[in-house]
């Protein structure tokens, strides 16, 4: 069974309308994070949080919100959504500590169409 | 400036060539240096790091650092069709460990 694993993988949805992207790992890992990526401008960050209560912003935040239900689940909610969200979404999990290294583990990506 | 820039491409080589991916960067911040590798349709996985100026060498893969230049290289030997797929540079450090990534270069391998 894969470690980091997204539902849907595949949404069409209208504008306007809310949407809830999931993302569940068994790595064990204390830090997820949501990407998305669009042709030309690769992976940008939306949110990334390095436990349960931790939540921050990442570059692109605006007209997202997200949630960590335990450690394991991170989602990621398009409260309007608009055609300009279209994209590839990514969630991916690392491990905390000292490690002075941080290789995040990705999950197979959400492909979303706002029409 | 981009804090990390990355040619697109496309690339495409002949089976057997020998390939050149590159990045460069502005932070001089970054501490650690890696290579995603993306096939179609597949989330990235790490295919190489590195966090020191210099050569780190894995089979048919050689990732160069140079932090003077702020330069990154990835050169794949004897190139596969199976390496068709996407690299990511990305690059980390401080203490709040986040990456950040290159735009990624679209690399074909033609039998």
């Known amino acids: 069974d894969a470690d980091v694993t997204q539902t849907p993988r595949n949404r069409i949805t209208k504008t306007g309308k809310r949407i809830m992207l999931e993302c569940s790992q068994t790595?064990?890992?204390?830090?997820m994070y949501w990407y998305r990526q669009d042709p030309g401008l690769g992976l940008r960050l939306i949110y990334y949080s390095f436990d349960v209560k931790d939540i921050n912003k990442g570059e692109i935040s605006d007209g997202y919100s997200v949630s960590r239900q335990a450690q394991a689940k991170f989602s990621l909610s398009l409260e309007s959504a608009i055609p300009n969200q279209t994209a590839l979404y990514f969630c991916a999990t690392s491990e905390s500590g000292t490690g002075f290294y941080n290789e995040q583990f990705f999950g197979p990506g959400t492909r979303l169409t706002v029409l | 400036q981009k804090e990390v820039e990355q040619d697109p491409g496309p690339l495409s080589v002949p089976e057997g060539a020998i390939v050149s991916l590159n990045c460069t960067y502005s932070n001089s911040a970054f501490q650690y240096f890696m290579w995603y590798r993306q096939y179609s349709r597949k989330g990235p996985e790490l295919l190489m790091y590195?966090?020191?100026?210099g050569n780190k060498e894995d089979g048919r893969f050689t990732a160069q650092v140079d932090k003077s230049s702020k330069y990154i290289s990835l050169f794949i030997r004897d190139s596969q069709p199976s390496d068709s797929a996407t690299y990511l540079c990305a690059m980390g450090g401080g203490s709040n460990y986040k990456l950040t990534f290159g735009k990624g270069t679209l690399l074909t391998v033609n039998p």
């Open positions: 790595k064990g890992h204390d830090r």
């Open positions: 590195t966090y020191s100026s």
